[in-house]
């Protein structure tokens, strides 16, 4: 299969998944303990907030805007399906359609209140981040499906340090401009990577339904 997992994986998911469930819970029911980190994390920040910082901090946040997200993996499944991988492109963008209605549903469930001076284009729910949950969906796509399949070791270590360092720019970003709170951005991470190894472990039967039930994709490489 070209998405693939190992077994632990889904055990990292499933510790991932039980913390950010812990933690929504603990939100919730505005338990002490992450509200007492949230709200000096947030302090912080707001003593450190600077014109340079702006301008930065505004180029993370766009790079994880949820529609920005979206064109990467259009990008991705566009560049998959040039390579007659039809399935592993339909299959990237099930997984972000899929965990934006997810994380939707927890959004609402949960109800938190965005932080004191947020933006007012930031009037959901705070926890958790859309942004660095769908922008960490597209960096564990990639780590799953593109960057196993790339010969050149110094290639596979580039493409993760970019990655990675645009999550935590976003991450920070969210924090900065007071549109959500630490434990917003950490649940979003926890969760975009549970979904993921979720949504791969259902895709060997996602690739054989499509295939022995679809004759466009018979011939396909799954």
Not at 117 to 126: I, K, P, R, T, Y
Not at 135 to 152: H, R
């Amino acid at each position: 299969m070209i998405v693939s997992i190992t077994n632990k994986q889904r055990r990292q998911a499933i510790i991932s998944c039980i913390i950010a469930i812990v933690l929504a819970i603990l939100i919730k029911f505005n338990v002490i303990l992450p509200a007492m980190l949230d709200n000096s994390i947030h302090s912080w920040f707001t003593n450190i907030q600077t014109g340079y910082g702006d301008v930065v901090m505004a180029i993370a946040t766009f790079l994880g805007n949820p529609v920005v997200d979206v064109v990467y993996i259009l990008i991705l499944a566009g560049v998959l399906i040039i390579a007659k991988l039809h399935i592993p492109a339909i299959w990237t963008i099930a997984t972000i359609i899929s965990g934006d209605v997810f994380i939707a549903i927890v959004k609402a469930i949960v109800g938190r209140s965005r932080p004191v001076g947020h933006l007012l284009a930031d009037s959901s729910s705070s926890f958790p981040s859309t942004h660095v949950f769908g922008l960490f969906i597209v960096i564990f796509i990639i780590a799953i499906l593109v960057t196993p399949n790339i010969n050149s070791t110094y290639t596979q270590v580039l493409i993760n340090w970019i990655s990675i360092t645009i999550g935590l720019m976003t991450m920070l970003s969210r924090i900065y401009f007071n549109a959500h709170f630490f434990s917003d951005t950490i649940a979003a991470v926890l969760f975009a990577y549970s979904w993921v190894i979720l949504s791969a472990s259902l895709y060997p039967k996602l690739a054989i339904f499509l295939q022995t039930h679809i004759a466009l994709f018979k011939h396909d490489e799954i």
